[in-house]
């Protein structure tokens, strides 16, 4: 089945430092594939996206994602957190069928601490 | 302005009644969807319109029955509410399907008690 994996619930980066938001994906042909952050009581927020091209993808807020064939990775990165960079981070992809959608990942909770 | 509304914003009500959730955009947009949000946070799709049609209903309980009476606009009617229809419901829209990036609302908390 075509799918997005997120391998992490949580991750902890201390402020200033470099993060990384881990996603697989699973799916056939080419993959579409997205970023998404959701801040509290608030809907989903886009953040970048990968249809083709470039590997590195960059996005809002400072984020970048690189596409690895290889590793069927779209790891979501940033190179010095901010304590505001804490949010619930979706990794997703685009599901070809009758109709095309966008299916989510199971979401990581980033914690940026001071 | 906001891009795509929702309301309301929270919706507390009994087992067994009826309620609705109606949701509208501004962007132009022709594409409208509705997603679920669970106490874990998984997001799951539900229903999609394309121009007032429908274009994507998920494996989603008959009692959910929703409405596009224009394509800015998509409401979502849920009969005979469950205590497992707690969740957080969300709207978005996109200018087409495929891989155009989708637009949220902010969401509309259910809580059945």
């Known amino acids: 089945a075509q799918s997005v994996a997120q391998p992490e619930d949580q991750v902890n980066v201390a402020e200033g430092n470099p993060l990384t938001v881990k996603c697989t994906y699973s799916v056939s042909g080419n993959p579409y594939l997205f970023w998404y952050v959701q801040y509290p009581n608030r809907g989903l927020q886009f953040l970048l996206k990968y249809i083709t091209g470039d590997n590195l993808v960059k996005g809002s807020y400072g984020f970048e994602a690189e596409f690895n064939k290889s590793q069927t990775s779209f790891h979501l990165k940033k190179p010095s957190a901010l304590v505001s960079d804490s949010a619930l981070y979706f990794c997703a992809h685009l599901k070809y069928s009758s109709a095309s959608k966008i299916i989510f990942g199971s979401g990581t909770r980033l914690s940026i601490r001071p | 302005d906001t891009a795509v509304s929702q309301t309301p914003k929270y919706l507390v009500t009994q087992m067994g009644n009826d309620k609705s959730i109606k949701c509208e955009q501004n962007l132009g947009h022709d594409t409208m969807y509705w997603y679920k949000q669970d106490s874990k946070k998984f997001l799951k799709i539900m229903f999609s319109?394309?121009?007032?049609?429908?274009?994507i209903n998920e494996t989603v309980p008959n009692r959910f029955s929703p409405k596009s009476p224009d394509k800015a606009h998509l409401n979502l009617h849920i009969n005979s509410l469950e205590l497992g229809d707690s969740a957080v419901y969300f709207c978005?829209?996109?200018?087409?399907?495929?891989?155009?990036?989708?637009?949220f609302g902010a969401g509309s908390r259910l809580t059945v008690l």
């Open positions: 319109y394309n121009n007032k049609e429908l274009i």
């Open positions: 978005a829209s996109s200018q087409e399907t495929g891989a155009n990036v989708l637009t």
